[in-house]
């Protein structure tokens, strides 16, 4: 590893840098907001394998080897001994991960008994080389290198992974706008208030706030949320918004500062790939939104000269928070992942991605549900008696289609035949009646699986038995013409088995299920509904089409035969 060889992005190079030239920089990576506070820079966040390893291993002990190294030998050369303490705790590491069975670091310890060992010359070069005073980076600047960091690791692409966005804008005005700034100005102006927007979510990867910043209608707003508050460098963290020496004015100048830093890394992070991140940098965008903050921030915020009522008390932040952003964002909210699993229903994505697509969401929604319920709502557990899930609209899809009635008719033809066949292994074992669209389909199928075997291969009994399911479900009347040509197949058609056709049909049915849960959220979601049960009637929906899923997958992978599973445990 030389300088044209460290294969790594450059604000990875500057964080480990700065932590290798002075141990102290570890305290800008601190998030002292929390009740035990810990590093927010993660190694995870690291795209670079080694330079992430390198970073570990300062944490967990090589800043204390460094100084106890310069400490014990003070004339040694301070890069050359840096590198001597990194290099032995990362072997301390790769010894540590290679006990437990990691292969990679079994690797690299064994590198370490050769005479010339390329890997440890080029770590030990490159970590020396990065601890030189030369290096083009300041200490002053690692928190925002890190901050870097940590976005790059969230959003890799700067063209289609842009923060804070959603795919179905929802309606915004700039009374929306002023009312957003107005809880962010709160809390600059006191930055304790955030304690409101608390909570104790039970993912354990969740963010400890109820009020995300993608609940913003404007991307703006957004980022501002995430650099003040919820983000992997928050302001609230800075140890200038809580010293009691400053002014409220020096406290809130102290965060705003810190919020354009963030704003303008962002930028220059999209920049290559968003034309408009690059005109925002070259009109210097965000030094008038620090002045606005400002403005926001002061105790005399009013936006609307012309509205002399408009005079919000800033102790109320969380209330306006629910009232103004997190509830009217939840429509759109619903209807983006709605819109999602729709895209997978009807692509030709596996039914695998589409179940994995419908369980994330089903968990989104239950995030979503757990958030509304922790914040302070005027209307918490309030709905009219209307608001009651409304049937499915009427669809009519292009290509693919979503029923097959050749095939329906083809394994009722080869059930009635074989009866036997819903009790093997294979897709026919998953079939239920709600793969079947046409009613007298589907009167068939639960007919044939009511009756024993032979019963169920007489035309006569199966059709009576099929008519008085209907009655029972209080359904209409099948038709007899339709009965009767599929009793005839039976005795002269000579058919494949049914499982060449079951498969078909439970895809349909699940890709069918998808589409019209999410058709039905999307409605829903255009409706004036109460955002909670709007949350409850979409994960209904999407938990049914889960259920789909699930009944395919569970049938079609068969269970292991001990040979089968005597065989793996050889393996």
Do not use: C
């Not at 790059?152 to 915004?172: D, I, K, M, N, W």
């Not at 939104?289 to 926001?296: H, K, P, Q």
């Not at 979503?402 to 095939?407: G, K, R, V, W």
Request: no cysteine.
């Amino acid at each position: 590893m030389n300088n044209g060889q460290y294969g790594a992005p450059q604000h990875e190079l500057n964080v480990l840098s700065s932590l290798l030239r002075d141990g102290s920089t570890a305290g800008q990576l601190v998030d002292w907001s929390s009740s035990k506070p810990q590093y927010w820079l993660r190694p995870h966040h690291f795209q670079t394998t080694w330079v992430r390893d390198a970073y570990e291993a300062l944490l967990s002990g090589g800043l204390h080897d460094i100084e106890q190294r310069l400490q014990t030998y003070p004339r040694a050369d301070r890069a050359q001994a840096t590198a001597d303490a990194v290099t032995s705790r990362m072997m301390t590491l790769y010894q540590q991960r290679a006990a437990a069975g990691d292969a990679n670091a079994q690797w690299a310890v064994n590198q370490a008994y050769l005479t010339h060992s390329e890997f440890w010359t080029g770590l030990h070069n490159a970590v020396r080389q990065m601890a030189e005073p030369t290096w083009p980076a300041t200490p002053e600047h690692a928190r925002h290198d890190a901050y870097v960091t940590v976005r790059a690791a969230q959003y890799p692409s700067t063209t289609e992974h842009v923060p804070f966005e959603l795919a179905r804008a929802r309606g915004y005005d700039n009374d929306a706008r002023h009312r957003e700034l107005a809880v962010i100005g709160a809390i600059l102006n006191k930055p304790e208030r955030a304690q409101q927007f608390r909570y104790a979510p039970q993912s354990p990867d969740a963010s400890p706030y109820w009020l995300q910043p993608h609940d913003f209608g404007d991307p703006v707003t957004a980022e501002i949320w995430d650099a003040l508050v919820t983000g992997p460098d928050p302001a609230i963290a800075l140890p200038a918004a809580y010293d009691p020496n400053l002014t409220v004015q020096q406290r809130a100048a102290a965060m705003i500062q810190h919020i354009t830093t963030q704003l303008t890394y962002n930028d220059y992070h999209r920049s290559t790939g968003d034309s408009a991140a690059q005109a925002r940098l070259d009109a210097n965008v965000n030094q008038a939104i620090g002045a606005w903050l400002a403005y926001a921030s002061s105790p005399d915020f009013r936006p609307d000269p012309n509205a002399p009522d408009f005079s919000p008390n800033p102790d109320n932040a969380a209330r306006y928070a629910v009232t103004f952003i997190l509830e009217p964002s939840i429509p759109a909210a619903v209807e983006d992942l709605a819109g999602r699993v729709r895209d997978y229903g009807l692509s030709d994505a596996s039914l695998g991605q589409i179940g994995l697509e419908l369980s994330t969401t089903v968990h989104a929604l239950d995030q979503l549900a757990e958030r509304l319920d922790n914040a302070p709502r005027t209307l918490a557990g309030y709905s009219t008696p209307d608001q009651n899930a409304k049937p499915t609209p009427e669809q009519r899809e292009e290509q693919p289609s979503y029923t097959s009635l050749p095939t329906e008719r083809r394994v009722l033809i080869s059930l009635m035949q074989d009866p036997s066949q819903l009790h093997q292994d294979g897709p026919t074992s998953s079939l239920a009646e709600q793969d079947f669209t046409q009613p007298e389909h589907r009167y068939l199928f639960k007919a044939i699986k009511s009756l024993p075997p032979d019963a169920a291969q007489d035309r006569w009994l199966l059709n009576h038995q099929a008519q008085q399911l209907t009655r029972y479900d209080s359904a209409p009347p099948l038709n007899p013409e339709e009965l009767n040509a599929i009793g005839l197949e039976a005795r002269t058609l000579k058919v494949a088995p049914a499982d060449q056709g079951a498969g078909h049909l439970v895809i349909m049915t699940v890709r069918r299920t998808a589409r019209d849960g999410s058709t039905a959220v999307q409605a829903a979601a255009r409706e004036t509904l109460d955002p909670r049960v709007l949350i409850d009637q979409s994960r209904q929906q999407f938990q049914q089409a889960t259920r789909e899923a699930l009944r395919y997958h569970e049938h079609s992978v068969p269970e292991p035969t001990n040979y089968g599973t005597h065989q793996a445990h050889v393996a």
